[in-house]
C-alpha cells in the first residue's frame, strides 16, 4: 500500500489559480500511477486528471486546458496545477495511485490509502 498526503488546498477567486501537491511514500512511486480525485458536497469522488509512470497523462474535458498534473519522481510528489479556477471547481481533492494509468483513471486495482484530501473553494 502507499501512504499519500494532500496538501495545498484553499479559498480562492473565481479564476484564480492553486497548486494541489500529493506526497507519497510506501513504496517507490516509479512502479505506479497517480492521479486526482475531487469530491464535491453531495457527490461522489470523480477522477480529474492522471500521469502515468512515463509521465503521460489524462483529463477530463472540464479541466483540459485548465488543470496540468505533473510528478517529481525525487520528491515522491504528484502536482496539480490549477488554473482559471471556477466555483464548480469546489470540492476536497484527493490523490491515489494504480499500477497502470489505464486502472487510476477508472479507479480501479487502486493501491493508496485514502487521505484526507485537501479544501478546494472557489468564489464566485
Known amino acids: 500500500q502507499v501512504q499519500l498526503v494532500e496538501s495545498g488546498g484553499g479559498l480562492v477567486q473565481h479564476g484564480g489559480p492553486l497548486r494541489l501537491s500529493c506526497v507519497a511514500s510506501g513504496r517507490t512511486s516509479r512502479t505506479y500511477a497517480m492521479a486526482w480525485f475531487p469530491q464535491a458536497p453531495g457527490k461522489e469522488r470523480e477522477f480529474v486528471s492522471a500521469?502515468?509512470?512515463?509521465?503521460?497523462?489524462s483529463y477530463v474535458d472540464a479541466v483540459k486546458g485548465r488543470f496540468t498534473i505533473s510528478r517529481d519522481y525525487v520528491e515522491n510528489t504528484a502536482y496539480l496545477q490549477m488554473n482559471s479556477l471556477k466555483p464548480e471547481d469546489t470540492a476536497v481533492y484527493y490523490c491515489?495511485?494504480?499500477?497502470?494509468?489505464?486502472?487510476?483513471?477508472?479507479?480501479?486495482?487502486?493501491?493508496?490509502?485514502w487521505g484526507q484530501g485537501t479544501q478546494v473553494t472557489v468564489s464566485s
Open positions: 491515489n495511485a494504480a499500477q497502470e494509468i489505464e486502472e487510476v483513471t477508472t479507479m480501479r486495482s487502486l493501491i493508496g490509502n
Open positions: 500521469i502515468g509512470r512515463d509521465y503521460s497523462t
